[in-house]
Each structure stands twice: as C-alpha cells, then as structure tokens.
Antibody
C-alpha cells in the first residue's frame, strides 16, 4: 500500500527557510513521478513542482511563483522526498502535500503539512 | 499560468444529477487529454475521482463521469448522495511540465 507522510511544516518569518520531508512507503520514490502541491487557506490546490522518475531522466521543474526559491530533491537511501523552501513570503502560507503522479493526474496524496509564514 | 475556471457552487437533490464545468484554454484543457477531477472534504487531502478526462480509478463509483469538449471539461455526478457533498477541483496538464488546477466548486446536496 502506498503511504506518504509529510513533515517539517511550521511557523517561519518572512525571508526565512524551511525544508519539508515526505517519507514514502509501499513503493520506491525514484521510480515514480513525484510532485509537491500546496493549498492556501480557503483556496484551491496549486501545483508547486515535480521530479520525474530516474528512468525518465529525473527532470525537476517548479511553478513560476516558486522558481529560484524552492528546490525538490530525493534521498534514495531514505526513500524520502524533500522540498527546500527559501526566501519565504506570506504568499507561501499553505498546506503542502506530496503526491504521486501518473498520466498527468495526481493519484496518491499525503496528509499534508502546514507552513505558516508570518512575522 | 492562470487557474482553470469553475463555478463556485452547484447543488442538487438526492438522486438528481449535477454537472460541474472546468474551462481553460487551448494550452491546457483543450490541448491535452490529461484532465483530472478531485473531491475534497473539509480538513482532508484531495482524492482523485477522474483521470485522463473520463477514466475512473478503482473504487470510485460509476456515478462519477467525466467528459471534455474543446477547452471545457465537465464532471457529472449522477444519483446524488449525501456523501457527495464536498469541494471538487479539476486539473489539467499545461505543457512544459506544468500543471494547473481549477478554482473549485462546492457541491451541496439539498
């Protein structure tokens, strides 16, 4: 059974940094297309970025609002996905989900971790 | 990349049908058959209900169906049940490894 467990969220000041983790079980992360999706309070989901499977080149892409500030990576030895977030602003306040992707759709979701950016 | 446009709300009585639209452009909805739909209950993660425009994952009731015409995709829930009351979001691939979600529709079962 696929299981995704996010952690690392919390309260951070504007301009600060945070690293989110997503521990996966039931499958090998590097064999899957993995995404981060966030959802601000009372808003719809917003795609943040993806890392393709190793066999598909491991390409990494990020959405325009976070490009240059956020970075996705994988630790194969821990089967864990990361989202490094720098230069955070209040606009980044959201629940962050790690999600598996197949055929352009988001199949398995974690429970999410809340990031609050506030002074 | 702009969010896909959905009506803010939709409603129906138990047993009736409700259809939700999702309007994009030729660069997303109209350009790819990678439209998906998600159901979200309060405090929970979204759940995939439809992928590849009209395919249902295992376990999703066949009361849920999807379609697409031009730049607009649709989700129809037939035989509405109380448990269908939730927020629904569409999503589409938009090319160049970019994905976009819809603005969301709150479905109320009267």
């Amino acid at each position: 059974e696929v299981q995704l467990v996010e952690s690392g969220g919390g309260l951070v000041k504007p301009g600060g940094s945070l690293r989110l983790s997503c521990a996966a079980s039931g499958f090998t992360l590097s064999n899957a297309w993995m995404n981060w999706v966030r959802q601000a309070p009372e808003k719809g989901p917003e795609w943040v970025g993806l890392i393709k499977s190793k066999i598909d080149g491991g390409t990494i892409d990020h959405a325009a609002p976070v490009k240059g500030r956020f970075s996705i990576s994988i630790d194969d030895s821990k089967n864990t996905l990361f989202l490094q977030m720098n230069s955070l602003t209040t606009e980044d306040t959201a629940v962050y989900y790690c999600v598996t992707e197949r055929s352009g759709s988001f199949h398995d979701w974690g429970q999410g971790t809340l990031v609050t950016v506030s002074s | 990349q702009s969010a896909l446009t959905q009506p803010p709300s939709a409603s129906g009585s138990p047993g009736q049908s409700v259809t939700i639209s999702c309007t994009g452009t030729s660069s997303d909805v109209g350009g790819y058959n990678y439209v998906s739909w998600y159901q979200q209950n309060p405090g929970k993660a979204p759940k995939l209900m439809i992928h590849d425009v009209s395919k249902r994952p295992s376990g999703v009731p066949d009361r849920f169906s999807g379609s697409k015409s031009g730049n607009t995709a649709s989700l129809t829930v037939s035989g509405l049940q109380g448990e269908d009351e939730a927020d629904y979001y569409c999503s589409s691939y938009a090319g160049n490894n970019i994905y976009v979600f819809g603005t969301g529709t709150k479905v109320t079962v009267l």
